[in-house]
């Protein structure tokens, strides 16, 4: 980083502040050479994430979505909005950690079903009825079972 003033890229930091969120940084530097103060400011690349549908149509990753599929399967269950604001935000970190460029629908959908399972049975199988599709009665039960026979 270079002086502003002089072009020397000797400097001290002599301060750094977390950004709001805390993706970013701001830092106070000092050139080493004539004592010109200026700011940096780092911040983390929000990779812009397409979600790729299962009919090959793709859109812009959206946490909001996220959001809003696991309260409307979480409703009226003792989950705080704290707690499902946090499975979106992990579920959104790991998609932006884990894919590039695109990620597949199925592979959030998956990840919000691993998130619901462990937290509440009955939001699980809400969620996974509408993600899984059932066909019928039939394989909802076999869905339940499964959850049942776990214990
Ligand atoms: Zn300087």
Not at 92 to 100: H, L, N, P, R, V
């Amino acid at each position: 980083m270079k002086c502003l003033k002089c072009g020397s890229t000797d400097n001290k930091v002599v301060d750094s502040r977390e950004g709001s969120g805390g993706s970013s940084i701001r830092r106070r530097r000092e050139c080493n050479k004539c004592g010109h103060r200026f700011t940096t400011y780092e911040e983390a690349l929000r990779a812009r994430l397409q979600v790729v549908k299962r009919d090959g149509r793709r859109e812009e990753f959206n946490r909001e979505k996220i959001l809003k599929s696991l309260e409307i399967a979480c409703r009226k269950r003792h989950i705080s909005v704290e707690q499902i604001e946090r499975i979106a935000e992990s579920i959104a970190d790991q998609a932006e950690s884990e894919f590039e460029r695109e990620v597949p629908s199925i592979a959030l959908g998956t990840k919000v079903m691993d998130a619901l399972v462990k937290l509440d049975e009955v939001a699980y199988i809400r969620y996974a009825s509408v993600y899984r599709r059932f066909r019928d009665a039939g394989q909802f039960m076999n869905e339940v079972e499964r959850l049942i026979g776990r214990e």
